[in-house]
């Protein structure tokens, strides 16, 4: 005798028996292999926030940007590089995201409507006396530091 939740063979094919109900991949789900899966974790890294006090991010607009990660011993860890495109603003995203609710990035990225989060406007202390004509290469990378703020020690209210 042959139950319903007994599978059969067709022409090579898995069928169910009519009235057992089949569940279907989605259309736009891809069929992922075991192996694919585990290829991802050689991109994956650890990073050990809680000991990491500054962020410094050297952003280039021809080839995309450099994060480094300061340590509380001063120790600066290997260059984190990101292609071109807004892929370096968006791990500061996550980045700033993962510290909540017990830290923060100082100074806070910014939200623009129609854009999503941007790096904040700073402006830079130093003398206004007579202007040095800027080089090309001067407008078109960008420095920003970021200290992460945790707000579990008292000494950071």
Same mark, same amino acid.
């Given at each position: 005798m042959v139950t319903s939740s007994q599978k059969f063979k067709i022409k090579g094919k898995r069928v169910s028996l009519p009235g057992e109900r089949q569940v279907t991949r989605p259309p736009y789900r891809r069929a992922t292999s075991h192996i694919q899966l585990f290829l991802y974790w050689?991109?994956?890294?650890?990073?050990?926030v809680d000991e990491v006090v500054y962020v410094h991010c050297h952003q280039q607009a021809d080839s995309g940007g450099t994060i480094?990660?300061?340590g509380q011993d001063g120790v600066q860890q290997?260059?984190?590089h990101f292609p071109k495109g807004g892929h370096l603003l968006s791990f500061l995203s996550c980045l700033e995201t993962g510290l909540l609710p017990h830290?923060?990035?100082?100074?806070?990225?910014?939200?623009? @409507?129609? #854009? =999503?989060k941007?790096?904040?406007? &700073? @402006?830079? #202390? =130093?003398?206004?006396?007579?202007? &040095?004509?800027?080089?090309?290469?001067?407008?078109?990378s960008?420095?920003?530091?970021?200290?992460?703020?945790?707000?579990?020690r008292h000494e950071e209210f």
């Open positions: 050689d991109y994956a890294m650890n990073v050990r480094v990660l300061v290997s260059p984190i830290g923060q990035l100082d100074p806070p990225l910014w939200s623009q @409507r129609g #854009k =999503g941007v790096f904040p406007k &700073l @402006r830079r #202390k =130093g003398r206004t006396v007579s202007p &040095l004509p800027k080089d090309e290469s001067d407008e078109e960008t420095d920003f530091v970021f200290r992460i703020v945790n707000k579990s």
